[in-house]
């Protein structure tokens, strides 16, 4: 008798390419379901180009609404505004985006109440791995900036980091590593320059 079993044998059931990702699962080019990300950022261009076009705050905040998928209070957005991927984006209450900012969020991007972007900030929660063998592989680890955290102009806030309450951001800062509740960070790659003073 064969200790095998035909239904478990069978290839298991592929979870969707969406939560693949945010789970921190590569994604290969040969993927089944990889036109599905480029059908994705399609459909959210096409709604971009109406958000950053418009002149109405409240028509702003509507078209980011349904690309969010998710009813948005007292967000203020300064367009242009960027976004691969809005269905992996959650924005607080009290949140102000400036001009030009980037939000790559395959990997999950969560914004906590009452949080200040600067113009020009990148949020990239997407990476590659660094075998060269496997580089054109998708990766995705989420960002987290938690309540009344301020991000200077011109930051990038890499794959995996989360940004502590009350924490600044210093202007220009690349930061890499998670950055602890009421502390100030600079520079490339961004470090602890001082404690935020109450």
Request: some cysteine; hydrophobic content about 45%; proline content about 7%.
């Amino acid at each position: 008798m064969s200790d095998t079993n035909p239904i478990f044998d069978a290839a298991p059931f592929q979870k969707d390419i969406f939560e693949r990702l945010l789970i921190g699962e590569t994604i290969f080019p040969n993927d089944s379901q990889i036109g599905r990300l480029r059908a994705e950022a399609f459909a959210v261009k096409a709604l971009l180009n109406q958000m950053n076009n418009a002149v109405n705050p409240e028509e702003i905040t509507q078209i980011l609404s349904r690309i969010l998928d998710k009813e948005l209070q007292d967000v203020t957005v300064f367009t242009p505004l960027y976004i691969n991927c809005g269905k992996h984006i959650t924005i607080g209450k009290n949140v102000f985006i400036n001009f030009d900012c980037t939000f790559l969020a395959l990997g999950g991007i969560t914004i906590e109440d009452d949080v200040l972007i600067g113009p020009k900030v990148s949020l990239i929660t997407e990476n590659h791995p660094l075998n060269p063998e496997e580089r054109k592989g998708l990766t995705g680890k989420p960002i987290l900036i938690k309540k009344n955290a301020w991000i200077g102009a011109n930051a990038t806030i890499l794959p995996g980091v989360t940004i502590g309450e009350n924490a600044v951001v210093a202007a220009g800062a690349v930061v890499s590593k998670d950055v602890p509740d009421n502390t100030i960070v600079g520079g490339i790659p961004a470090k602890f320059i001082k404690n935020v003073q109450p």
